[in-house]
Structure formats: structure tokens, C-alpha cells
């Protein structure tokens, strides 16, 4: 009797079988979800926050549809977390590692109910993984010496990536952009440095990149339009006067005229602080805090360009980008790090006035400035660029490129079957299960082209079993075509993360064959 008695009431545990199915369901069903995003005629889901603002996104980013979800079931969220880590670290093929990893498990689930043990399935998986990241390496191109063909490679990267997103339209144009933008760089991964501002207005098309940096700012009243060869304080400080600023202090005065002293005193204060930060010798200052008219007055008179209440994500970019550093101290002058760039100017986007600045210290930096109908537009159009340029970003430092379009996983899947014809036992049946959870992926990328995907995939297959065969699916056409002619490529870092994970994430869950639910913590009555 005792030993029913170890969980509290309403813990639940399943067992076995029962588990396995549960985590099998969940996952599939996460996989289910986002299958239908995928590939150039992926369509997009509209997420509705529960959230105050019930704000609205329309979006066919895996990794954003999956974090809006609120799930319950476990196995559903290592599928979350491999799509999360997917976008952390490569930035795209987010939906690809679901949708593997959700066939895998599918295929894994046949095998377990043919009674093949999970080790077995997963050291079959294992094998199968290895075999066809090898297969990729073999096919790999890189043309990192010749950069006319390089850069046509990332080219092709761009807009590959970007024909599943709303930037389809435009890619030409965003592809453009986001190698430019990626050039800049040269090699380095940080994207701090290509700042993105969304302006609604005009249509995607009026989208461009900007040399410089643009702060989402004002210039003050009666402050200098344009300044060459900036000098910039970058600083995080109260610029505020006219209160006391201590909490909760009471000041006795006996007669107004003592007011007007404090009042007065507490001016000087602020004189000497302006002072301090003129003494920089500078000719603009920006601050994320606000500015009060009296300081800015103070400013606007010594010919010094005052910014106030800079975003925060600006200010951080901006002392980056100028090769400056945020003070919030000005008594020692020397030991300040200005930052410096060549112009700074107001100019005009749609209706609304920035801060550009021209000619600075860091050559990377850019702004892509995105126009467009909607917040909802612009939002999603970020998500898609922001993609291209992570993409891109990891390719120009490993720059070994694959053919897309399901070119890969052909490879992949040929591969493996010959590997398994090779391989005794039942492993050999869990490889050729990998093998068929791979040729989802290019069958899902026709089924949401809404064309025949068994009659692609099984002509797809033909043609492979020619050497050094190019053919992929053409969904704009939609047959088999050639992927070189196309110039449909894939970075070889993102699909090898998308196989490496899927695989991990698929074995995770296989290996599961226990569900302890704690029992909900009850709310006491508050009466």
C-alpha cells in the first residue's frame, strides 16, 4: 500500500510506451506546426499576444512562431529550445530543424512500435548523422580566393534565404543590402554594428543602406545644424535641474527669497556641470537621459550640438561605432574617450527628421533604414533581414556553400541508404528511417508549393543517382530543375547545424521513457 504513496496527490507519471507516445505527439505536433512555413512558398502564421496591447504578429520565422507558443508538453519544448538555438547561432533554418527533428521522431516511432529497441534507433541515427554530414563536406564549394565568385556566392546565399520570407518580393534588392551590409564587416560577426531602423512609409522597395549612422533623434532648438569633424561626448547622466534631488528631503525657508537662493544655487550647479563637459572641447554631446532647457541653452550658446534621451541600444552602437566610450564623470577630462566621425547633419526620412553621422571611426558600421506599409510589415521584414545578415555574417567566415532547393538532403539521403544496404542488424533499419525523415524536407518545400511531392521526390531520386548531379526542386517552375542555373545556395554552416541538431534534439526524446508531472501548486483560499 505504502508504495502507491511516493508522489504527492495529482502527480502524475506515465510510463514506458505511454511516455514515449506523448513526447512522440507533442513533437510531431510542434513539427506540424511550422512544417507548412517552410520553403520559398512557406505561408505565415499570425500570432496574438494575450499580452495588454494584444499586439498582433504575422510572421513565418520558426524561431519567432515557437517562442509566442505557450506549451505544455515537454518534448515539444526541446523542439523549442533546438529552433531557439538554431536562430542564437547560425540565424536561420530555424523551421528545417523542427521539421527534421519532428520527422525523425516520426520515423522513430514506426521502428519502436516494430519492437527495435531506442538505443538501437539512436546509434542507427548517430551513424546515419555522421554519414551524411561527410556527404556534404564532400560536396561542399568554397570560393574563398576568388571574390568576385565569393561574392556571388553570398548573392546566391541572400537571396536563397530570403525567397521564404516577405521579402521575396524585393530580394534582388535585399540581397543587395544585406551583402553590402555584410561586407562591411569584413569577417567579423558582430552585427552591433549594422543598425536597423524601421520608418513606416513608402514601400519595401525604398529601403536602402546607409554608409553612416543614424540616430532616431531630433536636433534640439537653436542648435547647430550640421557639424564637420565632430568631436562627441557619448554620456549617461542627469542633465536636469530646478529640483532637489533628495528623497523625501524638507526644505524650511523662511521667505521666498531663499527659494530663489536654492533655485539660483542649484543653476550654478548645473552651470559648472556644462562647463566641465565644455572643457571636453567637443562640439556635440549626446546623453541618454533627458536635457533641460537651461543646460541645452548653455549648450546651444557654446556652438555644442546637444542630443537627449538617445535610445539605449543607440547610445551603446553609437560609443561603439565612434570609437568613444559612455562617461558619467566629466572632472577628469584626459582619461575620456571621445568618439569622432566626420559630419554630423540632420536629414529627412518619410516625415520624419534623424541624425546622421557620416565618416565614423569604426568603417563597418552601417544603417539599413527599412520603409513599408506597416509596423507589422516592418517588423516581419527585420526578422527576415535580420536572418540574411546572420547568414551571411557566418559564411564569410567559413565559407564552404551548398546547393539548396533539397539538393542537400538528396545528397544526404542517397548517401545513407548506400551506408545502410552496408550495415548488419537493426541499425541498418533506423538508418534508412533517417534517411526518409531527410527527403521530408524537400517533400514539405513542394507541398506548400501545392504541387505533387511524390511524384517530384521519386524523379528527384532518379536523377541523383547520377554523379555529380545539380538537380534540385524548382518551385517557381515547378519540376525538377537545376540548382547552378537557379543559383539557389545554401551556407553549409546552417544546414549542418540543422542536421547536428535535429538529430540530438530527435535521440533526446527517444530516450525518454518517463514522465513525472509535479501536481500544481494549489492557490490557498485568501479569505
Known amino acids: 500500500m505504502a508504495i502507491d504513496r511516493i508522489f504527492k496527490d495529482e502527480a502524475s507519471e506515465e510510463k514506458g510506451e505511454r511516455a514515449r507516445m506523448s513526447s512522440f505527439v507533442g513533437a510531431m505536433a510542434i513539427a506540424d506546426l511550422v512544417k507548412t512555413t517552410l520553403g520559398p512558398k512557406g505561408m505565415d502564421k499570425i500570432l496574438q499576444s494575450t499580452g495588454r496591447g494584444r499586439e498582433v504578429t504575422v ?11 505557450h506549451i505544455d508538453n515537454p518534448a515539444a519544448k526541446v523542439l523549442v529550445d533546438i529552433s531557439k538555438v538554431q536562430d542564437d547561432e547560425v540565424g536561420d533554418g530555424t523551421t528545417s530543424v523542427v521539421v527534421l527533428a519532428g520527422e525523425l521522431l516520426r520515423e522513430a516511432e514506426k521502428l519502436v512500435a516494430a519492437k527495435i529497441h531506442p538505443m538501437t534507433i539512436i546509434a542507427g541515427f548517430r551513424m546515419a548523422a555522421e554519414c551524411a554530414r561527410n556527404a556534404l563536406v564532400e560536396k561542399v564549394v568554397d570560393n574563398k580566393e576568388d571574390s568576385e565568385k565569393f561574392r556571388l556566392d553570398l548573392m546566391n546565399i541572400a537571396r536563397t534565404t530570403l525567397s521564404s520570407k516577405i521579402l521575396s518580393q524585393d530580394k534582388e534588392h535585399f540581397a543587395k543590402l544585406a551583402v553590402d551590409a555584410v561586407m562591411r564587416l569584413k569577417g567579423s560577426t558582430n552585427l552591433e554594428s549594422v543598425q536597423i531602423i524601421k520608418k513606416p512609409g513608402g514601400s519595401l522597395i525604398d529601403s536602402f543602406l546607409d554608409e553612416g ?3 532616431d533623434k531630433k536636433i534640439g532648438i ?20 530646478d529640483k532637489v534631488k533628495i528623497y523625501g528631503a524638507r526644505v524650511r525657508v523662511d521667505s521666498m527669497s531663499k527659494v530663489a537662493e536654492i533655485e539660483g544655487a542649484e543653476k550654478e550647479k548645473m552651470k559648472e556641470k556644462v562647463n566641465k563637459i565644455i572643457a571636453h572641447g567637443i562640439n ?10 537651461f543646460p541645452e541653452e548653455l549648450f546651444a550658446d557654446a556652438g555644442i550640438l546637444a542630443i537627449e534621451h538617445a535610445d539605449f541600444d543607440g547610445i551603446e552602437r553609437l560609443a561603439l561605432v565612434t ?7 566629466f572632472d577628469n577630462p584626459e582619461s575620456v574617450k571621445l568618439g569622432q566621425c566626420e559630419l554630423i547633419e540632420e536629414i529627412m526620412i518619410g516625415e520624419d527628421k534623424l541624425i546622421k553621422f557620416s565618416g565614423v571611426a569604426m568603417g563597418q558600421a552601417c544603417t539599413i533604414v527599412l520603409r513599408g506599409a506597416s509596423h507589422h510589415v516592418l517588423d516581419e521584414a527585420e526578422r527576415s533581414l535580420h536572418d540574411a545578415l546572420c547568414v551571411l555574417s557566418q559564411t564569410v567566415n567559413d565559407s564552404r556553400v551548398l546547393l539548396g532547393g533539397g539538393w542537400p538532403e538528396m545528397i544526404m539521403a542517397k548517401e545513407i541508404d548506400a551506408l545502410a544496404r552496408k550495415t548488419p542488424g537493426k541499425k541498418s533499419l533506423a538508418m534508412e528511417a533517417f534517411s526518409r525523415a531527410l527527403l521530408a524536407i524537400p517533400t514539405t518545400i513542394a507541398d506548400n508549393a501545392g504541387l505533387d511531392s511524390a511524384e517530384l521526390i521519386s524523379q528527384l531520386r532518379a536523377e541523383h543517382q547520377n554523379e555529380g548531379c545539380t538537380a534540385g526542386i524548382d518551385v517557381i517552375s515547378g519540376a525538377v530543375g537545376d540548382m547552378v542555373e537557379r543559383g539557389i545556395c545554401e551556407a553549409f554552416k546552417v544546414k549542418q547545424a540543422v542536421l547536428l541538431s535535429a538529430t540530438e534534439a530527435a535521440e533526446m526524446i527517444l530516450r525518454v521513457d518517463e514522465i513525472i508531472t509535479c501536481a500544481p501548486r494549489r492557490r490557498e483560499d485568501r479569505m
Not at 510572421?59 to 507558443?69: R, V
Not at 570609437?323 to 564623470?329: D, H, K, Q, V, Y
Open 323 to 329: 570609437g568613444g566610450e559612455i562617461a558619467s564623470t
Open 222 to 241: 537653436g542648435q547647430p545644424k550640421r557639424i564637420e569633424n565632430a568631436k562627441i561626448l557619448v554620456a549617461n547622466t542627469a542633465m536636469d535641474t
Open 284 to 293: 556635440c554631446f549626446v546623453n541618454r537621459q533627458l536635457i533641460y532647457n
Open 213 to 215: 549612422f543614424i540616430l
Open 59 to 69: 510572421t513565418n520565422d520558426g524561431a519567432t512562431i515557437l517562442k509566442s507558443l
